[in-house]
C-alpha cells in the first residue's frame, strides 16, 4: 500500500503554462518536504511545510499543506525549461521515524 | 548549510565484485544515516536505517548479506554491495539526520552514486 500518493507521475507541458502536482495521503503528517531531482543527482530540498493550512512560496512555485495535514500540492506558475526534473514529496507520517516519499513526478517543460 | 558527500559519484565494475559506497557528514555528527535506491524515473526507495554503534535496519526485502552497511563513525556510513550482479545496478543515495535540526529540516541527502555492472 502506497503511503503516500503522488499524481500526476508523469507531466509534459509547453514553456509558459501552470502546473500542479498532488500528494496525499489518509495519514497525517508531522512535516512535509517537496524535492527536485535533476538526472544523476541527489534531492534538493524545496520547502518544508510543518503547519495545517501554510503556503510558502518560491519565486513561481506554491506549496500548500492541506488544514488536516494529510496533503500538499505544489503549484508552478508560467513554467520554464529550467523547471524540468523530477518533483517528489515526501513526509515525515506520525509514528514513523523515516521519510515516506512518493513515487515522484517527472516534469518535462519544453521550450 | 549541511553538506552531505557521498563517494563515489559513479562506479562501473565487473559482475562478482564487492563495491563500496561511502557516505560522509561534512559539518555535522549524523546519529542516523539512511540509504536509498532509486531505478530510473522512478522515487526513491528506502533500503536501510544506519545507526552509528549499532546494526542497521533493512527495509523489508532487502537482503542484509548483499547490502552490508557499516556506520562506524558519527560521519561516516559505508554501503557495501557484496558479490555485484547486473540487477544490483542502480542509484543509490544516501542522506543524514542532523540532531540539531528541526524535524522535518534534518535530513540532507547526497549526491547519490550511479553504479554500473557489467
Known amino acids: 500500500t502506497q503511503l503516500l500518493e503522488q499524481s500526476p507521475q508523469f507531466l509534459s507541458i509547453q514553456e509558459g503554462e501552470n502546473l500542479t502536482v498532488y500528494c496525499n495521503s489518509s495519514?497525517?503528517?508531522?512535516?512535509l518536504q517537496w524535492y527536485r531531482q535533476e538526472p544523476g543527482e541527489g534531492p534538493v530540498l524545496l520547502v518544508t511545510v510543518v503547519t495545517g493550512g501554510e503556503v510558502k512560496k518560491l519565486k513561481r512555485l506554491t506549496f500548500q499543506f492541506g488544514d488536516a495535514r494529510k496533503d500538499s500540492s505544489l503549484h508552478i506558475t508560467a513554467a520554464q525549461p529550467g523547471d524540468t526534473g523530477l518533483y517528489l514529496c515526501?513526509?515525515?507520517?506520525?509514528?514513523?521515524?523515516?521519510?515516506?516519499f512518493g513515487k515522484g513526478t517527472m516534469l518535462l517543460v519544453s521550450p | 548549510g549541511a553538506v552531505v558527500s557521498q563517494h563515489p559519484s559513479w562506479v562501473i565494475c565487473k559482475s562478482g565484485t564487492s563495491v563500496k559506497i561511502e557516505c560522509r557528514s561534512l559539518d555535522f555528527q549524523a546519529t542516523t544515516m539512511f540509504w536509498y535506491r532509486q531505478f530510473p524515473k522512478q522515487s526513491l526507495m528506502l533500503m536501510a536505517t544506519s545507526n552509528e554503534g549499532s546494526k542497521a535496519t533493512y527495509e523489508q526485502g532487502v537482503e542484509k548479506d548483499k547490502f552490508l552497511i557499516n556506520h562506524a563513525s558519527l560521519t561516516l556510513s559505508t554501503l557495501t554491495v557484496t558479490s555485484a550482479h547486473p540487477e544490483d545496478s542502480s542509484f543509490y543515495i544516501c542522506?543524514?539526520?542532523?540532531?540539531?535540526?528541526?524535524?522535518?529540516?534534518?535530513?540532507?541527502f547526497g549526491d547519490g552514486t550511479r553504479l554500473s555492472i557489467l
Open positions: 515526501a513526509g515525515l507520517i506520525l509514528g514513523y521515524s523515516t521519510l515516506t
Open positions: 542522506s543524514a539526520r542532523d540532531p540539531e535540526g528541526d524535524p522535518g529540516f534534518d535530513q540532507h
Open positions: 495519514s497525517v503528517f508531522s512535516s
